[in-house]
């Protein structure tokens, strides 16, 4: 027994790997930038063999038809911002709730109702009352309905402590269900969609689009400065770190959570009422473009900072764009393809944070 | 009419069931993984490819025979929906990524590739007909039947299977040292590392097996239920977030999921069974998402020490942190 006192070393548990892996305490910014710049440079290139692989065409005509689906013609550019500012719109009813840690994967089904209520107001009060209170309403009752959607799981995470990733994401599906059964009772013809209708139509401003881009690019800097400078966005935070410290320091966690995700909801409604009312209100039950977790992952690889958030939306906008025209381009005709490619690109920016956590350290041989 | 409605029952529930055996294996071992109905759907076009190079590979669609079609297609499914979860177990214990994230990745990449690989130039269903015939064949096949026996013996292999496994889970879980080694690295891994159980081996074989019983889920939807028929990827992905959601109302009990997925079953059948305008039969589908929040709140409020999920779900071990 005597014989073995020699303190076990800790190298060795490792199994006789070459290297162990340690926790980064801080790192610098460009070898952050690096680490994320490797990851998606590395996604598209994966993308681009896959692509050019199944169409038999050249790796290299993907990333032209790439940048040519996304900043091809003026036109182009300016769908391709509207996309990215209404991501923006989805992914800031997102990010206070992350940051708290609360997983809000309801952002469909609150955008969802939204849509709802103000296309309603259209379909039934359209001729009934004038274009700039139709609008009016059309907004509050859309925010409205947001607030009521994120509000219900909120409400029961505060007092029950209720699940709020199933919560949110079932809410999803029951919006839907409405939506479809308003559809069966309103459309007595028979037919499988809401009309598009033209009253409760906003203003053409210059291109249609530019409005829509600014109200959010002015959104995304109050929430910066929200989240950053105000008492609101500390608390959110302190709360996001760990409920007791909140606790201990007088915060009152409960009314931080519904604070938090009434002004979710409300911005969720925001882009359900931009939704209906940019273009004549027309309605389906995937309106929202499945932007709810689409704005999940842009708020994650933005790490919650809503400036950040400006460059993950316009690089999501910018992939989908710029799929479609390679999807053209190619001549491939399966659509999934965009969502195959996407979901390559986030398992390469999901695998960089190791990276970024994380640091390999290989181990000098014994003996030398 | 009632026998018909239990059938039916049984059979959309063994879908959730598969996936929700999955899930709580892999909630077992503290990983909550957001990407089962990506895997399920994988799992579906795995076994799909299977049976449709078996059934081309065949001179005539009636010389299909039933253990090699099952055999074949399983192992497809087995070898699609493992190497999606392995993508997940790589990154989430290897890497350590934050889980939510990753599944919800999978989910998106998991959809779209089997939405890609169901495309008939690669899966042609045209003796699919044949295959699901072969799939849904049961002990008693007879429709006049006695209606008990009907409900009991006329199904496909896959619903027995189902219950097979789920059985097999809850003893493995509860009663052997395997699922109590399972559960300790779910409830703390640093004190199951420190008396030497492998956390990452427990987690990855979590993950993997999994995997492979939950893209059975889909597998079976489509060649038993659907008779072989595919539309989109997204009737199997709102069953994978209910499948998820099954997993906390029978409160990480393969016993119980068996009730509970019938149950589910039941509810999402109602609105076909029922009737009604087609206004009413919408407002029906609603019932399980309606049920699965009521139960969410119900379960919370009760708050009993037992009925907790696993005290490391969703949180990542790194052994230097503990």
Known sequence: MEQNKEPVSAPKQHRGLPFHIIKRVNIPIWKKITIYAVAI????????????????KNPLDYFTYLFKGAFGTERKIWLMLLDAALLLGASMALIPAFKMRFWNLGGNGQMLVACLSAYSLSYFLGDKVPEWLLILLMFACSILSGIVWSLIPALFKAFFNTNETLFTLMMNYIATGIVLYCRASWITSGSAQFPTLTKGTLPEIYNNMLPTVAIFVLLTLFMFVYLKYSKHGYEISVVGESVNTAKYIGINVKKVIIRTM?????????????????TGPGLSSDT???????????????NFSPLLLFLSCFFISFITRGMSQVQQGFGLTNNSIISIV??????????CSFFINYKIVFRKKEGK | MLTNFLIGAIALGVVLLYGCLGETLMEKAGQLNLGIPGIMC?????????????MNGLAAAEDAAWLPLILISICFSILFSVLTGLIYAFLTVTLRCNQNITGLAITTFGTGLSQFIMDPVYVPRDRFGAASALFAKGFVND??????????????????????????????????RLGLHLSAVGESPAVADAVGINVTAYKYGAILIGSAVAGFGGL???MDYLKGSWENASTIEAFGWLAIALVIFTLWRPNLSIFGSILFGALLIAAFVLGGSSSQKELLKLLPYVITVLVLVFTSIRNKKENQPPAHLGLNYFREER
């Open chain 1, 41 to 56: 440079v590395g996604g598209l290139l994966l993308s681009s063999l896959i692509c050019a692989g199944l169409a038999g």
């Open chain 1, 262 to 278: 009434i002004l979710s909801g409300a911005i969720a409604g925001l882009v359900g009422f931009i939704l209906i009312a940019r």
């Open chain 1, 288 to 302: 929202p473009n499945n932007m709810g977790f689409t704005a999940i992952m842009t708020s994650w690889l933005a």
């Open chain 1, 342 to 351: 996407t979901g390559l690109i986030y398992f390469c920016v999901i695998a």
């Open chain 2, 42 to 54: 994988m799992g579906t076009a795995g076994g799909c490819f299977g049976a449709a190079q078996y």
């Open chain 2, 143 to 176: 429709p006049d039947a006695n209606g008990v026996l009907r409900i009991f013996f006329s199904h496909g292999v896959f619903v027995y299977l189902a219950i097979a496994l789920a059985v097999l889970f809850a003893y493995v879980l509860k009663r052997t």
């Open chain 2, 220 to 222: 079976f939807y489509t």
